[in-house]
Nanobody, 121 residues
Framework: QVQLVESGGGLVQAGGSLRLSCAAS????????MGWYRQAPGKQRELVAG???????DYADSVKGRFSISRDIAKNTVYLQMNSLKPEDTAVYYC???????????????WGQGTQVTVSS
């Protein structure tokens, strides 16, 4: 099994910054893509940012220029640096990983438990 553990959420004022971390552990064979989704109350879960093992990144239009995703391959960890936060960024942020385990090349999608980010106006 693969476990994802997030940290770094919290309460911040508008214009502030937060850095989320997500560490993967378990019987990992290979991690392809890692990233973050978020879900605000009453809304669907949406992709925030993703990064491949080769370093290619993808961002939601709403966070481009404010958020930056990075990854430490050796530590199986992905980071999300969030700057110039806005009240509309308030949501539960979920880490995800597309990974294979146990020596198999079959890939599965794994989720973290979520971390709350609240931006006050």
């Amino acid at each position: 099994q693969v476990q994802l553990v997030e940290s770094g959420g919290g309460l911040v004022q508008a214009g502030g910054s937060l850095r989320l971390s997500c560490a993967a552990s378990g019987s990992i064979f290979n991690i392809n893509t890692m990233g973050w989704y978020r879900q605000a109350p009453g809304k669907q879960r949406e992709l925030v940012a993703g990064i491949t093992s080769g370093g290619s990144t993808d961002y939601a239009d709403s966070v481009k220029g404010r958020f930056s995703i990075s990854r430490d391959i050796a530590k199986n960890t992905v980071y999300l640096q969030m700057n110039s936060l806005k009240p509309e960024d308030t949501a539960v942020y979920y880490c995800y990983a597309v990974a294979s385990r146990g020596g198999s090349y079959a890939e599965f999608l794994y989720w973290g438990q979520g971390t709350q980010v609240t931006v006050s106006s």
